[in-house]
């Protein structure tokens, strides 16, 4: 069974900096793309970033660019969001996200597993 699990996240205040943490069980890490998804109070689930299986190829939304960096280490089976310059907008669950291939993609269809979500509040 497939375990995607989160840390790192927390209350934190507007322009501080804050490290994500996803630990995948149970499927080849290193064949899959990973990603982080996050859902604000009262508006959908909107994709954020994405790695590929080797780490080499990324893609974010627009609105994280030059403030979050995914990053994967295949020896840990983990994946991480660093996020700096956080700002209020940023505050909601994260999901972290296990692709169906090892190429990145935006939609929901190319994902196959989620973790359960980690809170991340930013304060003004």
């Known amino acids: 069974q497939v375990q995607l699990v989160e840390s790192g996240g927390g209350l934190v205040q507007a322009g501080d900096s804050l490290r994500l943490s996803c630990t995948a069980s149970?499927?080849?890490?290193?064949?899959?793309?990973m990603g982080w998804f996050r859902q604000a109070p009262g508006k959908e689930r909107e994709f954020v970033a994405a790695?590929?299986?080797?780490?080499?190829?990324?893609d974010y939304v627009d609105s994280v660019k030059d403030r979050f960096t995914i990053s994967r280490d295949n020896t840990k089976n983990t994946v991480f969001l660093q996020m700096t310059n956080l700002k209020p907008e940023d505050t909601a669950a994260y999901y972290c996200?296990?692709?169906?291939?090892?190429?990145?993609?935006?939609?929901?269809?190319?994902?196959?597993?989620w973790g359960q979500g980690i809170q991340v509040t930013v304060s003004s």
């Open positions: 790695v590929d299986w080797s780490g080499g190829s990324t």
């Open positions: 996200a296990g692709g169906r291939a090892n190429y990145i993609c935006r939609p929901d269809s190319c994902w196959t597993y």
């Open positions: 149970g499927r080849t890490f290193s064949s899959y793309a």
